[in-house]
């Protein structure tokens, strides 16, 4: 697997049009509400990976969020995360761009989001390490990265683990798969690659990169959502953990997150969170689709 694959299933316009409709119908989920209120102040730079066509950013934009900057790697959800920003009348800026190798200088963000799995949507371990570097790059020394992952660990799924990793060291495995976690999903939007790590595998990733990981938190935990936004939850299959993270030098010294619910210290890593909430579209943006 590899990205230019990877970026033709986010360039199919199903996959397109099930993004703009995320974006559109679903907006920013109560649970990424309740994390980015908490890390974030509206004064903040902050910067969005793998924005898709701009659901995060718009929701974040509602809130009073005006310091955003979102990148894609597909060109095709840039236009439409443009177009509809455009046509609300928000000065979001979108941009295509790679996350392992980001075009801004260093020091340049308060805070980095790589919403909806999209840092385990990136092919190869050394990528997704390549990704972490840059973002940990263009991080002020005290600002915050937030990113949301799946978790093999979970008992819903703890099975079939043990059945994956048993066909891998048997060498019965998915050919299209390179890496022990890879999963490809055939769904109604398109096909969808995805990462799914262990925690060990997380925690030994951010603690070689430098990010000290201060807290985990279950999306579950956070927010009850909707349908429309369970229903976006479980495209894949899969429903996602979250992170997030800060530089090591800066955490040593900091205290956990105080949230309004059951919450982890897990001194000395990254905060893992997802955050959600109701984003409220233009009446006339949803009979666009």
């Known amino acids: 697997m590899d990205g230019k694959t990877v970026r033709g299933f986010f360039s199919d316009p199903v996959a397109v049009k099930h993004y703009v409709n995320a974006a559109i119908k679903v907006g920013l989920w109560k649970s990424e509400e309740a994390v980015f209120t908490q890390i974030f102040s509206k004064q903040d730079t902050l910067l969005e990976c793998g924005c898709g066509a701009g659901r995060i950013g718009i929701g974040l934009w509602e809130l009073g969020y005006t310091g955003l900057m979102g990148i894609d790697f597909c060109k095709e959800m840039i236009v439409e995360a443009r177009r509809l920003?455009?046509?609300?009348?928000?000065g979001i800026p979108f941009r295509q761009g790679d996350a392992t190798s980001l075009k801004f200088e260093a020091d340049l963000f308060d805070g980095v989001i790589f919403g909806f799995n999209g840092l385990m949507q990136i092919p190869k371990a050394e990528n997704r390490k390549k990704a972490l570097k840059e973002i940990k790059r263009v991080l002020k020394e005290d600002g915050y990265f937030v990113f949301t992952t799946h978790d093999q660990s979970l008992l819903k799924r703890r099975e079939f683990w043990i059945e994956e990793k048993?066909?891998?060291?048997?060498g019965n495995q998915d050919p299209e798969l390179e890496e022990y976690g890879d999963r490809l999903f055939d769904s109604p939007d398109g096909r969808i690659f995805m990462h799914i790590p262990s925690v060990k595998e997380i925690k030994e990733l951010l603690k070689e990169v430098g990010f000290t990981l201060e807290q985990t938190i279950l999306r579950s935990e956070l927010a009850n959502e909707p349908p429309e936004v369970r229903q976006c939850l479980t495209r894949s299959g899969w429903l996602p953990e979250h992170i997030t993270c800060r530089p090591s030098s800066v955490v040593e010294n900091s205290s956990?997150?105080?949230?309004?619910?059951?919450?982890?210290?897990?001194?000395?890593?990254?905060?893992?969170?997802?955050?959600?909430?109701?984003?409220?579209?233009?009446?006339?943006?949803?009979?666009?689709?």
């Open 166 to 170: 048993k066909r891998w060291e048997e």
């Open 85 to 90: 920003s455009q046509l609300l009348g928000y």
């Open 256 to 289: 956990a997150l105080q949230w309004p619910g059951p919450s982890f210290a897990i001194p000395p890593f990254c905060l893992l969170m997802n955050r959600l909430a109701t984003s409220t579209m233009l009446p006339a943006i949803r009979s666009l689709i």
